[in-house]
């Protein structure tokens, strides 16, 4: 496995077992839960290892060629390798999601090397290079870079930086690709210089994306009541802060009626907001806050509405002052909020603006 595939599934090269791969994965957990160090990790599964074949050099089948070759399998070094392996990573993972949701008040982040002898002169150039948190070489360049690396990032607000003395952000480094040959599939990669091959990757970078794919799920088979509840409160949390200051993906705003999806054709009732009409918004509407993107839901539930075309409708919430338009695509698998926006303020305009979208009512 490579790179994001890391964030959905556990694997141990030469494993083949799935109940011995589980059993493993489990110590792992809770290695990481429970903060064990290296030693008990390495004593608590030793002796299973040993038990169960998997210690050694051994004599084992390839999969994918049917050649059979003595390999090594278990040992103290790669217990060890694994340990730090997942720690590492699961650490990075989990720094990242923390920035990702206070991305509104710290939206810069610092990479940081452990500047010895064992430092790689190229993490070492990278060191205290402060840039977005959405800056696409973070993508590739999020730390660890490779094996037995001990670097990180520091997240930093527009005060930290300051204090670093600096007005913004610096230019993103250079990012030069080596040919890497992938030896299990004979893929020719390009791997960025300085980069350990399978690593140039943002740990748990995929994880808000997954989530809220999953929360998407759900909420189509939830009780609507229980589904808008769940929209109202994630609409109210960081995660939508994150996803309103930096856009990235789709994101669940609200629930149309069963009625209004038939009549636009749908297939599902959730209303998702892409990142791209999100980024439209805010240059077109930006005169709304992140808060007021609760009213969605309310225009819908309340607002007067017009099906303005075969696939779409407007609802406006006149009471608040809204106006909220859906659109289905084509093959009707999704509804999205392609316009939200303040009802004019002037009396006189607003009357106007009124009469002309319920006109069709």
Not at 94 to 120: C, E, F, K, N
Not at 169 to 188: I, K, L, M, Y
Not at 202 to 229: F, H, I, Q, T, Y
Not at 241 to 261: I, K
């Amino acid at each position: 496995m490579l790179h994001e595939e890391h964030d959905r599934a556990f694997t141990v090269a030469k494993m083949l077992d799935l109940d011995l791969l589980s059993d493993v994965k489990t110590v792992v957990d809770r290695a990481i839960g429970e903060g064990w160090t290296v030693r008990r990790f390495v004593d608590e599964l030793r002796p299973e290892l040993v038990r169960r074949g998997w210690w050694g050099r051994a004599k084992m089948t390839d999969p994918q060629t049917g050649e059979t070759r003595e390999v090594q399998l278990g040992s103290v070094r790669r217990l060890r390798t694994i340990y730090d392996t997942n720690l590492r990573t699961s650490y990075a993972a989990g720094h990242w999601a923390r920035i990702q949701d206070t991305l509104a008040t710290a939206p810069y982040v610092m990479y940081s090397a452990v500047l010895d002898a064992r430092t790689r002169p190229q993490h070492r150039a990278w060191n205290g290079t402060v840039l977005r948190a959405d800056d696409p070489w973070w993508k590739t360049h999020t730390p660890p870079n490779g094996w037995n690396c001990r670097c990180s990032v520091i997240q930093l607000s527009e005060r930290d930086l300051k204090r670093l003395g600096k007005d913004g952000p610096d230019q993103a480094p250079p990012s030069p690709t080596r040919e890497w040959t992938n030896p299990r599939t004979g893929e020719v990669l390009q791997v960025p210089v300085g980069v350990d091959p399978g690593w140039g990757y943002a740990p748990g970078a995929s994880r808000r994306a997954e989530a809220l794919a999953l929360a998407r799920d759900k909420l189509e088979g939830a009780d609507p009541a229980l589904a808008v509840g769940a929209i109202r409160s994630l609409i109210k949390s960081e995660m939508f802060r994150a996803f309103y200051d930096q856009p990235d993906g789709v994101f669940p705003v609200a629930l149309a009626s069963e009625t209004d999806a038939q009549r636009i054709g749908a297939q599902t009732r959730v209303v998702q907001l892409s990142a791209d009409t999100m980024r439209k918004q805010k240059d077109r509407h930006g005169e709304l806050t992140v808060d007021e993107y609760a009213f969605v839901q309310d225009a819908i539930e309340r607002g007067r509405s017009v099906q303005d075309a075969a696939l779409s409708i407007v609802y406006v919430l006149e009471e608040a002052g809204y106006v909220t338009v859906i659109k289905a695509t084509e093959s009707g698998k999704a509804i999205f909020l392609t316009s939200f926006r303040r009802l004019s303020a002037d009396a006189a305009k607003r009357n106007e603006e009124l009469r002309r979208l319920l006109g069709k009512v």
